[in-house]
């Protein structure tokens, strides 16, 4: 397993959360990191993207003021942390890394590497 994502859990409605994914064979330091996610019954969608280096981020409408995305090289993990949560956050985040290095997209499609996910449940 190249990404294993930690940090999901059970949230009341404007709580917070910190997820975290590792690169556990210490693959993709020169990849742009991203966070997805798939609630019950909806499509997958993007959430958060990182550059390689950090310096850049996108984020989803959705996550704009309420979710932010770090990494920490020297430690390969990357993190999202999610403020301010609603029901409608309920979902499987998934962490994916980019398919060339130093490449960055909200596209699904150009991430080749992706976690098994972790939960996130907002209950109301």
């Known amino acids: 397993v190249l990404l294993e994502e930690s940090g999901g859990g059970l949230v009341q409605a404007g709580g917070s959360l910190i997820l975290t994914c590792a690169d556990s064979k210490h693959t993709f330091s020169n990849h742009a990191l991203a966070w997805f996610r798939r609630a019950p019954g909806k499509e997958r969608e993007f959430v958060a993207a990182i550059s390689w280096n950090g310096g850049t981020t996108h984020y989803a409408d959705s996550a704009k003021g309420r979710f932010t995305i770090s990494r920490d090289k020297s430690k390969y993990a990357m993190f999202l942390h999610l403020d301010t949560l609603t029901p409608e956050d309920t979902a499987v985040y998934h962490c994916?890394?980019?398919?060339?290095?130093?490449?960055?997209?909200?596209?699904?499609?150009?991430?080749?590497?992706w976690g098994q996910g972790t939960q996130v449940t907002v209950s109301s």
């Open positions: 994916a890394a980019y398919n060339l290095p130093y490449g960055l997209s909200r596209d699904a499609g150009g991430y080749r590497y």
